[in-house]
């Protein structure tokens, strides 16, 4: 008993450092990300997003006399706009092919990571489907959005 | 008297032959280098239907028919049915066996099902239990990617090592006729687990149980990768087949001459899938529609398949647990040996 025991739990061993072997060899030789192209691309399909936004925001002070939180406010309600209507229009995800984070991170992308969820699961129903998994990727977002906001409005609150 | 060899294999008594089979694929499938070999090609991802779960059991029902048709038979003459898919409860193979009134084996190996469920039709009919049995599977790119990823028109980039499941399905009929190509030989996996934890890269999870299941094979058999004409794999991707390649040459076997992947064979570079296809029907219709095509135009004689199964759900995903994977082998035969 005692014999194979040992041998079992020596056989273990030699299995864990298959394993490992095995999983630093794939994560040496997996093909990787190209870091820098993504980066550029992500730099400029986002720089992109954010000059339509200020273009907007100009328009908005320029030719509507809207002051700087009308103006903002303006710009968000038409670029997430935008981005719904291209999510719909099925445009946005090829966006995202490319620009990676750079079409994630501004508004555009949340408006994305809401309606793409919305019309894919409306076949389950308006409550179980788009009701119920509607903020299934943003939902994420907005609860750690919406805390550190509160945490860092704490902070600024007793510097002050 | 058994008629096992070795620890997993089994050399069939009265080996089965593969008397006709059907394969269905999407559009994007369709516009690949094998898109003519395929029976029907889908103008559209929902084949007239109102979802995509009912698309894929369409395809499923369909290449079912069209096998048993082409067969010459009728529904009620198929003894078995062994199917299975990737989604949850396996809904694809469970309602179309309900409108196709045949008694039903369930199975779910993810994307291994194919060689598993050949492997229990040929044994049931070696073993006298039946006289036509029916293995098929399905998967679909739309309702894969929602169960196990995200969002269809989600902004998100593919890794590298991603891998796009196929749409299609693939229906074989077993029969104890006399008419190559046969069924010789299974070697049933076992399940194999080499602590990769990233979903996307399904290559590297299943390359240590596709060689796992290739070494077995030549042990129990006491043959080498020069009794076959070619060794296929179902779906371990550009990646997953280069680390099979390296396992097996560490085990002393050589078989990268005569190696490929139905994940490397069915999209075309150009078709931006990354590390390749996968998915149940992945290595159903690269082997339906053309190595089959093949071996009967003569370019191969006998050929070890496997198809290979990542068996991991978005639960054990997220909970951050490793891979576990299989591979079935089947030998296909021109000669009933």
């Known amino acids: 008993m005692d014999g194979s025991g040992k ?20 994560k040496r030789k997996m093909p990787k990300s190209n870091l820098i192209r993504d980066c550029i691309m ?15 925001n100009n328009v908005a002070k320029t030719f509507f006399q809207l ?17 719904a209507l291209l999510t719909g229009m099925g445009v946005y995800d090829d966006i995202g092919k490319y620009g990676g984070a750079g079409s994630v991170v501004p508004i ?15 076949r389950e129903g308006y409550v179980f489907g788009v009701g119920a998994k509607l903020f299934s990727i943003a939902g994420p977002v907005l609860i750690y959005g919406i805390s550190t906001s509160v945490l860092v409005g704490l902070i600024y609150f007793f510097i002050k | ?26 559009k994007k499938e369709g516009e690949g280098p094998l898109g003519e070999f395929f029976d029907v090609v889908l103008k559209d991802d929902y084949f007239g239907e109102k979802s995509w779960e009912k698309a894929e059991c369409r395809m499923f029902q369909e290449a079912a028919m069209l096998a048993i048709t082409k067969a010459g038979k009728q529904v009620q003459d198929i003894n078995y049915l062994f199917g299975g898919d990737l989604l949850n409860q396996i809904i694809t193979a469970n309602y179309a066996a309900r409108n196709l009134g045949i ?15 050949m492997s229990l039709g040929a044994i049931t009919i070696s073993g006298r239990y039946a006289d036509l049995v029916l293995c098929a599977t399905s998967s679909h790119f739309c309702t894969a990617e929602r169960q196990f990823r995200y969002p269809l028109e989600m902004g998100a980039q593919r890794s590298p090592t991603a891998q796009w499941t196929v749409t299609g399905a693939g229906a074989f009929l077993l029969s104890n006729d006399d008419k190559p ?81 139905c994940g490397c064979e069915i999209f075309s570079d150009d078709q931006d899938v990354h590390a390749g296809a996968s998915g149940c029907a992945c290595s159903a219709v690269v082997f339906g529609a053309h190595i089959l095509k093949n071996m009967e135009e003569g370019k191969y004689k006998r050929i070890l398949l496997l198809s290979t199964g990542a068996l991991l759900s978005t639960t054990s995903v997220q909970q951050g647990e490793s891979i576990p994977s299989i591979a079935h082998a089947v030998v296909i035969d021109m000669n009933r040996g």
């Open chain 1, 7 to 26: 041998g079992f739990m020596l056989m273990d061993v030699r299995q864990e450092k298959i394993k490992k072997e095995y999983q630093i060899y794939v």
């Open chain 1, 42 to 56: 992500a730099f400029f399909i986002g720089g992109l997003i954010c000059t339509i936004g200020q273009f907007i």
């Open chain 1, 67 to 83: 002051n700087i939180e009308e103006a903002s406010a303006f710009t968000s309600i038409i670029l997430i706009f935008l981005g």
């Open chain 1, 108 to 122: 555009t992308g949340f408006a994305n990571s809401i309606v793409s969820p919305a019309m894919e699961f409306k």
């Open chain 2, 1 to 26: 008297m058994s008629n096992r060899i070795g620890g997993q294999t089994i050399k069939l008594e009265n080996p089965p032959c593969i008397l006709s089979r059907a394969t269905i694929v999407g």
């Open chain 2, 103 to 117: 008694p039903f084996f369930g199975l779910y190996g993810a994307c291994s099902t194919l060689t598993e469920s």
């Open chain 2, 181 to 261: 190509p046969y069924i010789t030989y299974i070697t049933t996996g076992k399940v194999i687990d080499y602590g990769i934890t990233d979903a996307n890269n399904m290559g590297a999870a299943m390359a240590p149980a596709a060689a796992a299941a290739i070494k077995a094979h030549f042990e129990d058999t006491q043959q080498g990768p020069d009794a076959y004409d070619l060794i296929v794999t179902g779906d371990l991707g550009s990646f997953g087949r280069d680390l099979a390649i390296d396992l097996l040459k560490k085990e002393g076997y050589d078989i990268a001459d005569r190696f490929i992947d």
